[in-house]
């Protein structure tokens, strides 16, 4: 079965820093690009960033830019979202999603993010 | 950035009968290279991730059942379900990925009347 499990969510202070983990199994992930998507509370989605299957090429909106840092290990299976100087407005459910030219095929079920003093 | 703005925001529509959800992009999302539309749906059933049903602006993902279907081209785009079910009340976006950033329209939920 094709899966992405997010983990890494949790409670954190503006200014503060998570790093978020999304684990692949059922794909060969080394193969795959991958994205992150936010939803913040009763609102819609947001794309965050991207990742080349080598991991070479990544991008991001302008909003996390110089904040937010995906990467992965290929050996692992695994995606990551560093992100640091969170602001209140970052609270939100974080989804990976693997792409299929840049649509999102196989999406995770997402982990909670909440900026809050 | 390629703005999406999807119509309605919401919508009601009886057991059976069909319902179509519009969107439009701000700049057209035909790649002329390769004449593809690089325009996708998503199904979001409350406390559910995103779910693919349309790709490439009419292609239905493996397994969505065929009353889902998509339609358009260049900047305006609709979605419709042929025969609403119980099953398919849930909000549906819009997403291009003719360019960077990616880009969703704002939703639009839709009930049972």
């Known amino acids: 079965e094709v899966q992405l499990v997010e983990s890494g969510g949790g409670l954190v202070q503006p200014g503060g820093s998570l790093k978020l983990s999304c684990v692949a199994s059922g794909f060969t992930f080394s193969n795959s690009w991958m994205h992150w998507v936010r939803q913040a509370p009763g609102k819609g989605l947001v794309w965050v960033s991207r990742?080349?299957?080598?991991?070479?090429?990544?991008t991001y909106v302008d909003s996390v830019r110089g904040r937010f840092t995906v990467s992965r290990d290929n050996a692992k299976d695994t995606l990551y979202l560093q992100m640091n100087s969170l602001r209140v407005e970052d609270s939100a459910v974080f989804y990976c999603?693997?792409?299929?030219?840049?649509?999102?095929?196989?999406w995770g079920k997402g982990t909670t993010v909440t900026v809050s003093s | 950035d390629i703005v999406m703005t999807q119509s309605p925001d919401s919508l009601a529509v009886s057991l059976g009968e069909r319902a179509s959800i519009n969107c439009k992009s701000g700049q057209s999302v035909l790649y002329s290279s390769n004449n593809k539309t690089y325009l996708a749906w998503y199904q979001q059933k409350p406390g559910q991730p995103p779910k693919l049903l349309i790709y490439?602006?009419?292609t239905r993902e493996s397994g969505v059942p065929d009353r889902f279907s998509g339609s358009g081209s260049g900047t305006d785009f609709t979605l419709t379900i042929s025969s609403l079910q119980a099953e398919d009340v849930a909000v549906y976006y819009c997403?291009?990925?003719?360019?960077?950033?990616?880009?969703f329209g704002g939703g639009t939920k839709v009930e049972i009347k």
């Open positions: 990742i080349s299957s080598d991991g070479r090429t990544t």
């Open positions: 997403q291009q990925y003719y360019s960077i950033p990616l880009t």
């Open positions: 490439w602006a009419s």
């Open positions: 999603a693997r792409s299929a030219y840049n649509f999102m095929d196989v």
